[in-house]
């Protein structure tokens, strides 16, 4: 009895799926409808979608200032907090510049002291002035200029301290002036290196220019979305399911009315 029961179960269910079948073949030309409705729509959607491109570069710290880049990327997300108008004065930057940007993302690169920057924006020259504009304003921000200028300050004293040991070292070791310093005077080079490298180091940070760049912003060639080839068989693939989904229900509708009337 019990196999009698599942064998018209599997006689049942295969007499669905004919019958769906034989709905199908029977209101094709419906399915093809909806599907090129919707294939046409996802087509018209991708046309008129502009082309977004990920613009994207490194900033970092090239001196050891006691500047957190943490901190730096703070201040920079803040900017989203502003409308576009403000942002385009902040950046100083034209707002048609800010309106062809859709997303600024920013990213600490872990185990360094560098921010990795990802502009989304319709115009590869938009997203470049503002990752340039972004660096600019993370060098002006006021408590990386104050940092500037202490270290600068510390730097000015040992590099002060470090002239008066080159020109006479016995006086900086209270020796007599005509003492010999046989020890001492291998290392004198290196003392002057050293010195060289402060008053270049002071004057670098004179000019500005703590916060840069690590290289040309990277523009890539053809936009990341939006990804037509996958809108395109999305948009078959709903249309083929809406559609068989669509005479199936009207199939059942019809035979529903049927035997409700009867």
């Given at each position: 009895m019990q196999k009698n029961k599942n064998v018209?179960?599997?006689?049942?269910?295969?007499?669905?799926?004919?019958?769906?079948?034989?709905?199908?073949?029977?209101?094709?030309?419906?399915?093809?409808?909806?599907?090129?409705?919707?294939?046409?729509?996802?087509?018209?959607?991708?046309?008129?979608?502009?082309?977004?491109?990920?613009?994207?570069?490194?900033?970092?710290?090239?001196?050891?200032?006691?500047i957190n880049m943490a901190d730096i990327k703070t201040s920079l997300l803040l900017l989203k907090d502003l409308t576009g108008k403000q942002q385009a004065k902040?950046?100083?930057?034209?707002?048609?510049?800010?309106?062809?940007?859709?997303?600024?993302?920013?990213?600490?690169?872990?185990?360094?002291e560098s921010l990795k920057l990802q502009v989304d924006t319709t115009n590869p020259g938009s997203g470049v002035k503002v990752i340039t504009a972004l660096v600019v304003y993370a060098d002006e921000l006021p408590f990386v200029q104050?940092?500037?200028?202490?270290?600068?300050?510390?730097?000015?004293?040992?590099?002060?301290?470090?002239?008066?040991?080159?020109?006479?070292?016995?006086?900086?070791?209270?020796?007599?002036?005509?003492?010999?310093?046989?020890?001492?005077?291998?290392?004198?080079?290196?003392?002057?290196?050293?010195?060289?490298?402060?008053?270049?180091?002071?004057r670098e940070l004179e000019e500005g220019g703590i916060i840069n760049l690590a290289s040309e912003t990277f523009v890539p060639d053809v936009p990341y979305k939006p990804k037509r080839m996958r809108l395109t068989i999305g948009g078959l693939l709903a249309g083929i399911f809406m559609g068989i989904f669509f005479v199936v229900f009207v199939e059942w509708l019809g035979n529903a009315r049927r035997q409700y009337k009867t």
């Open positions: 018209q179960s599997g006689e049942q269910e295969t007499i669905n799926i004919y019958e769906i079948w034989l709905i199908i073949k029977k209101r094709w030309w419906i399915i093809c409808a909806i599907t090129l409705l919707f294939f046409g729509f996802s087509v018209y959607y991708f046309v008129m979608l502009p082309d977004v491109y990920k613009v994207s570069n490194v900033m970092q710290r090239p001196y050891s200032v006691g902040t950046l100083g930057l034209e707002e048609s510049v800010i309106e062809d940007i859709r997303n600024i993302n920013i990213t600490k690169i872990e185990g360094t104050k940092q500037v200028e202490r270290t600068k300050e510390i730097l000015k004293e040992d590099r002060d301290v470090l002239k008066k040991i080159i020109d006479n070292p016995s006086s900086f070791l209270n020796l007599p002036d005509k003492a010999i310093i046989y020890e001492l005077l291998p290392s004198l080079y290196d003392l002057k290196t050293k010195y060289n490298a402060m008053n270049r180091t002071i």
